[in-house]
T-cell receptor, first 113, second 112 residues
Framework: NAGVTQTPKFRILKIGQSMTLQCTQD?????MYWYRQDPGMGLKLIYY???????DKGEVPNGYNVSRSTTEDFPLRLELAAPSQTSVYFC????????????FGPGTRLLVL | AQSVTQLGSHVSVSEGALVLLRCNYS??????LFWYVQYPNQGLQLLLK??????LVKGINGFEAEFKKSETSFHLTKPSAHMSDAAEYFC??????????FGTGTSLTVIP
């Protein structure tokens, strides 16, 4: 049982490049989330999904896209990377319900230059 | 939208001393409240959560938190700090919209 896995661990992008951050969970959780963590700012929710085929925006969705074709996978897409997207990105999953514990992946550190 | 305020971005305590990390929330409805811990270069792990049962919640590693509705607070405490408690601690609140709101975090340093 690997829990929540994220790839890559670290990536450097040039301005305007695109990339996909991968997230996979093996706990059969319906709910999945993407957060970004900036120093002194805590975590901000980018997008979340309550099941395959269903996604919704969080607090800071601009510049990102998501899809959820399977229960296990929830990739995050950056289409035109900007320096403001330099951050640490965390994926999380949980059972249905806003009282449920979220299980976090180890994070992806992204640097946009 | 909900919000969470963590007072003190950095807290230092001596080993064996009381740990107190403060969290206040704003919520128009009864909230669910969480404390997560993040060790260096890792993701967040749940310490404890309040889900409208007992107001005093016990978590892992000897931590506990008390929900006080009148003060809109959910402070985290531990009677005796250990070196291994050094980490970043986040308070979070969730609402019925399936959104989670995290505080800005408190970095705990334990002095030997």
């Amino acid at each position: 049982n690997a829990g929540v896995t994220q790839t890559p661990k670290f990536r450097i992008l040039k301005i305007g490049q695109s990339m996909t951050l991968q997230c996979t969970q093996d706990m059969n959780h319906n709910y999945m989330y993407w957060y970004r963590q900036d120093p002194g700012m805590g975590l901000k929710l980018i997008y979340y999904s309550v099941g395959a085929g269903i996604t919704d925006k969080g607090e800071v969705p601009n510049g990102y896209n998501v899809s959820r074709s399977t229960t296990e996978d929830f990739p995050l897409r950056l289409e035109l990377a900007a320096p403001s997207q330099t951050s640490v990105y965390f994926c999380a999953s949980s059972y249905p319900g806003y009282q449920e514990t979220q299980y976090f992946g180890p994070g992806t550190r992204l640097l946009v230059l | 939208a909900q919000s969470v305020t963590q007072l003190g971005s950095h807290v230092s305590v001596s080993e064996g001393a009381l740990v107190l990390l403060r969290c206040n929330y704003s919520s128009s409805v009864p909230p669910y409240l969480f404390w997560y811990v993040q060790y260096p270069n890792q993701g967040l792990q749940l310490l404890l959560k309040y889900t409208s049962a007992a107001t005093l919640v016990k978590g892992i590693n000897g931590f506990e938190a008390e929900f006080k509705k009148s003060e809109t607070s959910f402070h985290l405490t531990k009677p005796s700090a250990h070196m291994s408690d050094a980490a970043e601690y986040f308070c979070a609140v969730s609402d019925s919209g399936n959104q989670f709101y995290f505080g800005t975090g408190t970095s705990l340093t334990v002095i030997p």
